[in-house]
């Protein structure tokens, strides 16, 4: 059969996928075995604003691997897709583009007009990266996407809200939060990220104290908050002090006087031992003002200017421009007693990398005490979930659970969950799923709902399981027993079919990023338990970040992103997935064009090595059976057997532990070296020649590796599947043997270990070893490679056998002419050598080269690595060098150096041969 000279990758993708998907390969319900053991992922669910990243791509890659793998090894597989509605980002976008298209804001049209916008903007734009998530070949369930705001995962959050609200875990209250002025809403703890900045400055501001010529001072970085200040607070057995404690002082550019207070928050060593205390506009002065029962002026508005409660002066101008005022005010009334450089840590948006502004705000919170204990429990009682790796995020995650404080789910937005609460005339309060049930709660219909939206994060936070159908509506069926849980005998005749929930709950791994496991991955494992009384998921695989090719975290600000369409157009997307699958488990990866080249050129490899096997397939066909009776095959066909068996376990071993980067290392030697080089090179000459055992055979090992690649390489191996003679839906896994063949469905090999043979392995690792040295050999010494060699081995008795039983193959691939065996080397000194681990071989060298030349040459290369490595040495010996360069270089120069050495003992060694 002839196919194509070179792989085109396109080809492939853009004709299997629409098959599969159109086939329903992706769905559950392909698996026709009622007894199947069940195995899901939930997707992590990108914005609906978002395109697809190479964070995406690395995450996306290893759950497809996962559940291709599991559906060929005949579990009944559900890998869940959807999309996040991404609150603010939504909302930011449908405000741009109304100010642009039209001059308005969202107050020129109404909430529910700009709520119609925004669905309609995620309907125009929000399906973007579901189309990319197609082109990454991704085995999602299409049928059963969800979007976080569906009617029924919408109704899964009232439900949930109104019932946490009815136990008590969700208030409303009076808190200190982080407020963006820029989006102007609440953000939770989580979502802002700290900052250091070097050009910070350390203010110090005197008040005067009544009744006395004295000041007392207080340092801040933050001076414009001074005007919201309520007090001062002093340690009480601070001496300096003591004195002034119950005066007042009168507050500089005020009209007003506030009092000195005793509290032992204050540190008196720390700074002037004096604190300003501005209850609205920071946590620990909040907690102090509460305990003092002091006044809370808030003196900024939403978007980040001073309001009238700062002084006319200030009312209207933008908080840092207040700050340089007030600075400036204080140096003119002679109250500015000095500015420091200071290292200030600045809290900034996540989203907008605003400064945020702590302000006191009344908003909705979730009591965080006894959710943290659900999943402390969990984890010490069942170690769930299992982090792989483990170290460091199991400790970090524990750590974080036993210091949580409550959680701000109320957003100042108008795009995303309504908080299900409504408000009389007198500011009760009555929380309900609906508008009709607080109005007969109220007993009127005279009711305003609360303006704000839930966070994002509470919704995603139900993921697990209002996706699979839970949405806190009673059941009629009489079963809420899981599948998992309780075996096959469930489904009996007189029992209703399961719901995806109790099916695919709890699910079997979460593929996340570490930046989200506080966020949505604990969320997720408290919230589940509580709701279901089931486990989220077992195992949490932390994928690390995708670097660009600086090192350095991409950024549209640095210009370093990588676009994973551009390297799909490259490089094809099977190469692309096979590379970010070769990452070790958890750690960073700096993006490098040359590694997804590498696996192109995998992929080139494979083509052509289907290419060799069926341009001589004539008569030949895929047969298992000529793979077991093994005791009558040649020792390349009992070795390759055994390779194939021993890395199908390793593999299966592997991908059970989330190793993806071992399993994708032993595939790769396995296909490049044992069966690319040497397996077909060793039996070429028996399928030219037409041989159809030979044929048959090689073309079975093939069809079975690339039922193991095929999870991480989908389109090539479907491409080259469908195109071996023999194949059939009959080499599905027996769940799916009334589907139309393909690979996607085919058992996933387990290997046999009675077909593992290390006794064959060994002897061809001897017979293998030899040629390859003597190629090394050939190469080292410039011998023409139409030049025959003799070839001389000094070994053992029995692997001198070995050798003597496969002297043609020895011959042909060393292309040698002679072969001499003995116990000792009985050669010309102007031989070269190599040893071995069971041999000494020589191959004689007169009259193939010329030895003068040779001896020139040699020591050429030898100068000229000398003069490389005495470099390396003196770089090496600088010890301030050493401590300053980054260890990744430092260590690349030693192992450079390492390997001069290395060359160099060879050359020397060849060398000594021509004296």
């Known amino acids: 059969m002839e196919i194509a000279k070179a792989y085109d990758p396109k080809t492939a993708e853009e004709s299997h996928y629409q098959r599969w998907e159109a086939n329903g390969y992706f769905a559950p319900e392909i698996n026709e075995d009622p007894a199947a053991p069940t195995y899901s992922i939930v997707i992590p669910p990108p914005n609906v604003t978002g395109s697809l990243h190479m964070g995406h791509a690395l995450q996306h890659t290893i759950m497809d691997v996962l559940t291709r793998w599991k559906r060929m090894q005949g579990f009944r597989t559900l890998w869940l897709p959807g999309t996040d509605h991404a609150g603010i980002s939504v909302q930011r976008k449908v405000v741009e583009q109304l100010k642009k298209d039209e001059g308005k804001s969202p107050l020129d049209i109404g909430r529910e007009e700009f709520i119609r916008r925004a669905w309609a903007w995620k309907e125009q734009y929000g399906n973007t990266i579901t189309e990319q998530m197609r082109r990454e070949g991704v085995s999602v369930d299409w049928s059963r996407h969800r979007f976080t705001m ?547 055979r090689i073309l079975t090992i093939l069809e079975i590796a690339l039922r193991m690649l095929h999870p991480f390489m989908p389109y090539l191996t479907e491409e080259l599947w469908l195109k071996l003679p023999g194949i059939s839906s009959q080499m599905h896994a027996k769940a799916y043997q009334n589907a139309e063949a393909t690979i996607m469905l085919a058992a996933f090999p387990p290997g046999d270990a009675n077909a593992v043979d290390p006794n064959a392995e060994a002897e061809m690792h001897l017979v293998i070893d030899t040629i390859r040295r003597v190629r090394n050999i050939r190469t080292e010494m410039n011998i023409k490679p139409s030049d025959r060699v003799a070839v001389h081995v000094a070994a053992a008795a029995e692997n001198q056998a070995i050798l003597a039983a496969n002297e043609a193959q020895i011959l042909k691939l060393a292309r040698a002419d002679k072969l001499v065996l003995g116990e000792t080397l009985d050669v010309p000194k102007a031989s070269a050598k190599a040893v071995i681990a069971n041999a000494e071989i020589a191959v004689p060298l007169e009259g193939l080269i010329d030895f003068d030349k040779e001896r020139e040459r040699l020591q050429n290369q030898i100068n000229k690595l000398d003069v490389e490595y005495q470099r390396l040495a003196g770089q090496l010996s600088n010890e301030d060098f050493v401590n300053k360069a980054p260890a990744e270089k430092v260590e690349a120069l030693r192992e450079r150096k390492a390997e001069i050495e290395q060359q160099t003992a060879t050359l020397n060694s060849n060398l000594e041969a021509f004296k």
């Open 150 to 696: 569906d009617e029924s995962l919408s109704l899964a959050v009232r439900n949930v809200f109104c019932t946490l609200y009815k136990e008590g875990w969700i208030y409303r209250g009076l808190r200190i939060v982080n407020w963006c002025p820029r989006d102007k809403t609440v953000l939770s703890d989580l979502e802002v990220k700290e900052e250091s900045k070097k050009d910070g400055k350390l203010v110090y501001l005197k008040y005067p104290v009544n009744g006395t010529d004295r000041t007392i001072t207080v340092a801040t970085t933050r001076p414009e908050t001074m005007l919201g200040d309520t007090a001062v607070a002093v340690n009480p057995s601070d001496e300096r002090y003591k004195d002034l404690i119950g005066r007042t002082v009168e507050l500089p550019l005020t009209d007003r006087e506030i009092p000195i207070i005793a509290d032992e928050y204050v540190e008196a060593e720390f700074g002037t031992g004096a604190v300003k205390i501005t209850p609205a506009h920071d946590p620990n002065d909040y907690l102090v003002g509460e305990r003092h029962g002091l006044d809370l002026l808030l003196v900024m508005n939403e978007d980040g200017t001073m309001n009238a409660a700062a002084g006319k002066d200030f009312d209207g101008i933008d908080r840092f421009e207040a700050r340089k005022i007030v600075v400036e005010r204080f140096e003119e009334l002679g109250l500015l007693e000095k500015i420091e450089d200071y290292e200030v840590s600045l809290p900034i948006c996540e989203r907008c990398k605003t400064v945020v502004e702590p302000i006191l705000s009344k908003q909705w919170f979730v009591k965080m005490d006894e959710m943290r204990d659900i999943a402390l429990d969990l984890m010490r009682s069942e170690g769930v979930p299992h982090f792989h790796p483990q170290v460091p995020h199991e400790k970090v995650y524990t750590a974080w659970l036993e210091n949580l404080k409550d959680w701000t789910i109320s957003r100042q937005l108008w795009w995303g969950h309504q908080i299900p609460a409504w408000y009389d005339n007198d500011g009760n309060v009555f929380v309900a799923r609906t508008a009709v049930e607080a109005y007969e709660q109220a007993g009127t219909t005279e009711l305003t709902q609360d303006q704000d939206v839930l966070d994002t994060w509470f919704s995603s936070g139900l993921w697990a399981f209002s996706t699979l159908g839970w949405t806190g509506e009673v059941r009629s069926e009489p079963s809420a027993v899981s599948r998992k849980d309780a075996g096959s005998d469930l489904l009996t005749a007189n029992r209703l079919p399961l719901t995806d929930l109790e099916t695919f709950l709890p699910t079997d791994v979460l593929v996340t990023g570490r930046d989200i496991i506080f966020l949505w991955v604990s969320r997720m494992i408290m919230l589940t338990k509580k709701f279901t009384g089931k486990k989220a998921f077992e195992d949490v695989v932390v994928t690390g970040t995708v670097l660009g090719k600086d090192g350095k975290p991409m950024s549209k600000s640095r210009n370093n992103g990588v676009d994973p369409l551009e390297m799909f157009d490259k490089f094809g997307v099977d190469a692309t997935r096979i590379y970010l699958a070769s990452v070790a488990t958890g750690a960073d990866i700096k993006w490098n064009d040359t590694g997804v080249e590498t696996y192109r050129n995998f992929a080139n490899k494979i083509w052509n090595a289907t290419r060799f096997c069926l341009m001589n397939s004539e008569n030949a066909a895929v047969d298992h059976a000529s793979l077991m009776d093994r005791s009558a095959l040649s020792l390349p066909d009992r070795w390759i057997i055994s390779r194939l068996n021993q890395t199908a376990m390793d593999v299966n071993r592997s991908l059970s532990r989330y190793e993806f980067h071992t399993a994708v290392s032993l595939l790769y030697h396995f296909v490049w070296d044992d069966f690319c080089d040497w397996y077909i090179e060793l039996k070429k000459d028996e399928i030219n020649s037409g041989d159809v055992e030979a044929t048959s």
